[in-house]
């Protein structure tokens, strides 16, 4: 089973930035479509961002199209989630996932995900 740790959450103002990092285990990153998820208090996850396995291809939720940027570096085994212009109501836990199967599209649906990290905290002040 990967583990995938994220990490770069932390507290910033309204209008900032943040770079989340998630790191996989294993030898077969290069070969699984990635995702980005958040859960905020008392609200169900919600999908955020999605890369293919080449990096090619990306996807991402209209709540944030425009503002954060998903990349990846299969040499390092990382996917980037890169966070501007943050708002209030982008206040989450924020979870990488790894697609189900080889070289599965790109999908918005949790249940197409087999492996979670543990989160990074985002908190955007107002």
């Known amino acids: 089973q990967v583990q995938l740790v994220e990490s770069g959450g932390g507290l910033v103002q309204a209008g900032g930035s943040l770079r989340l990092s998630c790191v996989a285990s294993g030898r077969t990153f290069s070969s699984y479509a990635m995702g980005w998820f958040r859960q905020a208090p008392g609200k169900e996850r919600e999908f955020v961002s999605a890369?293919?396995?080449?990096?090619?291809?990306?996807d991402y939720a209209e709540s944030v199209k425009g503002r954060f940027t998903i990349s990846r570096a299969n040499a390092k085994n990382t996917v980037f989630l890169q966070m501007d212009s943050l708002k209030p109501e982008d206040t989450a836990v924020y979870y990488c996932?790894?697609?189900?199967?080889?070289?599965?599209?790109?999908?918005?649906?949790?249940?197409?995900?087999?492996?979670w990290g543990q989160g990074t905290q985002v908190t955007v002040s107002s």
């Open positions: 890369i293919n396995w080449s990096g090619g291809s990306s």
């Open positions: 996932a790894r697609r189900r199967g080889w070289y599965g599209v790109m999908s918005a649906s949790p249940d197409e995900y087999d492996s």
